[in-house]
């Protein structure tokens, strides 16, 4: 039987012309690895007769990274942060996430950095896509 422990979960990013190869992330907060927004799939607008109608509609996911102190991949979101300062661009992710306790795996592409506060690090992706673990 397997837990629904969270300590065996593996994340990798690659940031391309920067990090080429995938960098596994390291030193997780106890409580919170990582949060994922929710995300509207439908956009909806009711007519003035009360009738609701809708659509699919792509949207951005938002994944927050929280991290330690001490933790060694601090490096590696502030060096992405920095180097797209100095060059005034920004360099896209990809990543994986594998969850063997649930079974799950994901890929993300097309990642940008959008926001960093002490520890806590945001990805805007283009998709999230469950995987066959």
């Known amino acids: ?12 990013l690659a940031v391309a012309n920067l990090f ?4 596994q992330l390291q030193g997780f907060s106890a409580d919170n690895i990582y949060d994922l927004d929710s995300v509207d799939q439908v ?5 003035v007769d009360g009738i609701l109608s809708g659509g699919f509609v ?3 996911i938002n994944q927050t990274f929280v991290l330690q102190a001490d933790s060694p991949s ?3 979101f502030e060096t992405w942060a920095a180097t797209q300062v100095q060059a005034k661009d920004v360099y896209t992710a990809n990543g994986s996430t594998t969850l063997p306790s649930l079974g799950r795996s994901y890929i993300s592409t097309k990642g940008f950095l959008v926001s960093l506060q002490p520890r806590r690090f945001a990805i ?9 673990n």
């Open 74 to 76: 601090i490096a590696f």
């Open 124 to 132: 805007r992706w283009q998709s999230v896509q469950s995987v066959p």
């Open 58 to 60: 792509y949207n951005p």
């Open 20 to 23: 080429p190869t995938p960098f």
């Open 43 to 47: 956009e909806t607008a009711m007519g």
């Open 1 to 12: 039987m397997s837990s629904l422990t969270a300590a065996n979960a593996v994340i990798t």
